[in-house]
């Protein structure tokens, strides 16, 4: 497919695995297998782990060829003190403000998140996830429909 680089901003808990799961990163493999078609996608950690982990760590949690497109972390919304989690839409505001840092405020994009109030309603862009199963059939059909939509 093109030579166009596309944006994949990757939650972690209720995408890679489910939400509360005592084992992470169950749904990885599901993921390896949709973006071997989409070779010009570059990850981008939107996780709440880039909190507490740095950048390599994260790299190094995936066991597939995915570790290699790991590119960034997203910055961390910030409105004063408050729990920036409860501010509507604040991961598609890291989101925008990545973009914007990295020179590229135009580049294609799509997140993978289970957070719909992350977002501002109908964000385009963003595949939803269900927390309880992760990146499922559902998710992968709509992923590459969007990345397709995007090259």
Known sequence: ??????????????????????IFFTREEHLARVLVDFPSVEIVISSAWRKTHTLKAMRNFFLTDLRARVVAVTPVFQVGDADTTAVPGARYHEILRF?????????????????????????????????????????????????????
Not at 2 to 21: A, C, E, M, R, T
Not at 113 to 135: H, M
């Open 1 to 22: 497919m093109g030579d166009q680089k596309i944006s994949l901003f990757l939650d972690y808990d209720g995408v890679l695995h489910p939400v509360d799961s005592p």
């Open 99 to 151: 973009l914007v840092a990295s020179g590229d405020p135009g580049r294609p994009w799509v997140a993978l998140d289970e957070e719909e109030d992350w977002f501002p309603p109908g964000c385009a862009q963003l595949v939803l996830c269900d927390p309880k199963f992760g990146f499922g059939p559902g998710a992968e059909k709509l992923l590459r429909a969007a990345l397709t939509a995007r090259l």
